[in-house]
């Protein structure tokens, strides 16, 4: 069941990636298994890049556009990704650790098997994100705020209770 499941939440994500409007001014790049420590990359618009098996731990986010981009398998360790808008993206198997992810939007995203070590997600929204029970539980925890551009609650968004 648990492959199943994994099957259809790609095969739903492959098919947002291909259908999704993505901005025209968007900086569609791939960064795939690129060492990226501690690099800016704040308020930019990169909209369906590739940042697969890339290191990006100490990396800065806060409020860039990445709604649709890959981050599979990668580490974003100690990076800043306040208010960045990873909606419809692909971020398995990702270490997000010590990673601050207030205010981020991860709607719709697929987050399974990744790890969210001692995260800051006050006011993240992950309505309809697909992940790991465990990651749920783990995350529900922790859960509080309000998203300031969606107006949902953490809470609510990860469906705790």
Known sequence: MSFLRLAIATVIMLTCLLISPIS???ETLSFSHAQLKNRDFSGRNLAGSGFANANMEG???ENADLRGTVFSASILRNANLRGADFSSGLLDQADFAKADLSDALLIETIL???TFDFVNIDGADFTDAIMDGAQRK???SKAKGTNSKTGIDTRDSLECK
């Open 112 to 114: 399974l098997r990744s």
């Open 138 to 140: 783990w995350l529900c």
């Open 59 to 61: 990396a800065n986010f």
């Open 24 to 26: 025209t001014q968007a």
